[in-house]
């Protein structure tokens, strides 16, 4: 579906000088390699999160797989096309949200943008109508579609950017950091309606976010990139497993008013939770050493966070020479 082959992308901005002469004949310029040679492939039905530092080039990716951006060099095909071709047959199956940008009519009601695309999507009455009603009630938004954009806060405008996205039944649907900015409660709406949608249309869905709760309620692959390189592109459960060695184990002492016994091993203590972080190996020495000297009323054992696992790959990065 979407095929990805050693994909650069350089952009080039015009450098000024003081000198105008020298501006207009023999303009300098800066090169910036957004991406650095990537090649990924996506299927059918999948769902994946895009995952970075700031400037790591998933929105530069995002484009080009689109249309909205040319490659410097690379092969891109998507859904048989060639994204940059603009081809309306191409176009009319992809849908593209942007957290950071408002696609719709500023001062009119959202209900007159949607109306707009299913003319410029040419989707038939009879689709428009049914998937228009579905969406909205999904979000909840009967009263919404009706008020000017400019009246609606961040987090109902991102409703109706979706419902705008996704009113031709897009296969391929770009999220841009569609959570970016909302409160935690519009977050979870967004969310839950992206998960419902997937189910019901069965989208490809390509997502970037910088919240690891989309990530992690959403998508079972996640492509890690930075500095315009692809450094992990695989299941999530995977990713715990290669690059995660460390557990937490809480403990509530059932007596925290009496002494702690001599541990060997390190601990944090701050009654009645005592916190140790180890390796995984260790386990099995440290937990049969607590079950015999520790009362204790609840033990759980945690892997680590997803977030602290995805930041120590990328710091772990920046620290090895290259
Ligand atoms: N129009 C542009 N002209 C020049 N450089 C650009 C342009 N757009 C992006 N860049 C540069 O390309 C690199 C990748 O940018 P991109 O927007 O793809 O990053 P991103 O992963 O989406 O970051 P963020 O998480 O901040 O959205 C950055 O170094 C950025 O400064
Ligand atoms: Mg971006």
Redesign the pocket.
Known sequence: MIKVNNLT?I???PIKTNNFLQDLFARKY?E????NNISFEIGEDEFVG?V????????????ILSGI?YPTSGNIEVLGFTPFEKRKEFLKQIGFVMG?KNQLLWELPAIDSFQLAKEIYEVNDITYKKTLNNLIELLDAQKLVEQPLKTLSLGQRMRMELIASLLHQPKILFL??PTIGLDIFAQTTVRNFIKEYQRMYHATIIL?S?YMQDVQKLTKRVIL?D??KIIFDGQLGDLKEEYSDEKTITITLERPEEKLPDLDFKYDYQAPLLKINLKKEKLNTILPEILKKIDFSDLTIEDEPIEEIIKNIFMRKKDSPS
């Open positions: 992308k952009y080039r901005t800066e910036k390699k957004a991406l895009f970075g530092p700031n400037g790591a080039g998933k929105t530069t990716t995002m484009k951006l950071q841009d950091e970037t910088h990139i500095t315009g």
